[in-house]
């Protein structure tokens, strides 16, 4: 047999490996769906997530070498909160040591505090940027991003407007960012930190406001 012959029959049986592995993935997430929707009230919603859950899987092969029962842990736990794995930055299914972990993005927090009446938002502070921050009596907040040139990311801030009509914010600097960094376990596992600074950086602004909200 050529080298040719033997690459390409290497090819097709990893894929149908793959292939494998996600139709029974979606048999035992087709086999939990009256548990989803009991959580989520609809059969609609629940063939949605699965379809995303399948998607994410299938976008993440390394997912499918975790604990199996972990990413049914993190489908589940999708349900329960109503947010999707991968779609539109609000969840993710990251795999860490053997396992798979359901992490809630900057986007999906923003998402839960809008149930609430309550609108977030989130940004990153570049180098170039005009920033101001003052507290006090008189609390300002000034963020006039440049453009073009941005530079390195220096801070991240979220904002929070609650149904009364209170403003409040939180403002992190980079040092602030990366002492939160450095207590994630997933830090230095290839996840998101690595992947995707930026929004970590917003996620944790946020997850510092929300300690300052009633």
């Given at each position: 047999?050529?080298?040719?012959?033997?690459?390409?029959?290497?090819?097709?049986?990893?894929?149908?490996?793959?292939?494998?592995?996600?139709?029974?993935v979606r048999g035992a997430?087709?086999?939990r769906m009256k548990d989803y929707i009991a959580l989520m009230g609809s059969e609609e919603k629940v063939k949605r997530l699965v379809a995303v859950a399948i998607k994410a899987v299938a976008t993440n092969p390394d997912l499918l070498s975790c604990d199996r029962q972990s990413l049914f842990n993190?489908?589940?736990s999708c349900a329960e909160i109503g947010l999707e794995p991968n779609a539109l930055g609000h969840a993710y299914f990251v795999?860490?040591?053997?396992?798979?972990?359901?992490?809630?993005?900057?986007?999906?927090m923003i998402e839960l505090a809008s149930r609430s009446g309550i609108g977030?938002?989130?940004?990153?502070?570049?180098?170039?940027?005009?920033?101001?921050?003052?507290?006090?009596?008189?609390?300002?907040?000034?963020?006039?991003?440049?453009?073009?040139?941005?530079?390195?990311?220096?801070?991240?801030?979220?904002?929070?407007?609650l149904p009364n009509g209170q403003k409040h914010f939180q403002v992190l600097t980079l040092e602030d960012i990366e002492h939160?960094?450095?207590?994630?376990?997933?830090?230095a596992d290839g996840g998101p930190w690595s992947t995707d600074f930026d929004a970590m950086a917003r996620k944790t602004a946020?997850?510092?406001l929300f300690s300052l909200l009633p």
């Open positions: 047999m050529s080298d040719d012959s033997q690459r390409t029959e290497k090819q097709t049986g990893n894929t149908n490996s793959l292939d494998a592995a996600i139709a029974a997430l087709n086999a993190a489908v589940r795999p860490f040591k053997g396992k798979v972990q359901f992490l809630i993005g900057y986007r999906g977030v938002d989130a940004h990153v502070v570049r180098e170039a940027d005009v920033f101001e921050c003052e507290h006090g009596l008189e609390e300002v907040l000034r963020h006039k991003p440049v453009l073009v040139k941005r530079g390195k990311t220096i801070a991240a801030y979220a904002v929070a407007r939160r960094r450095s207590r994630n376990r997933m830090k946020v997850r510092a």
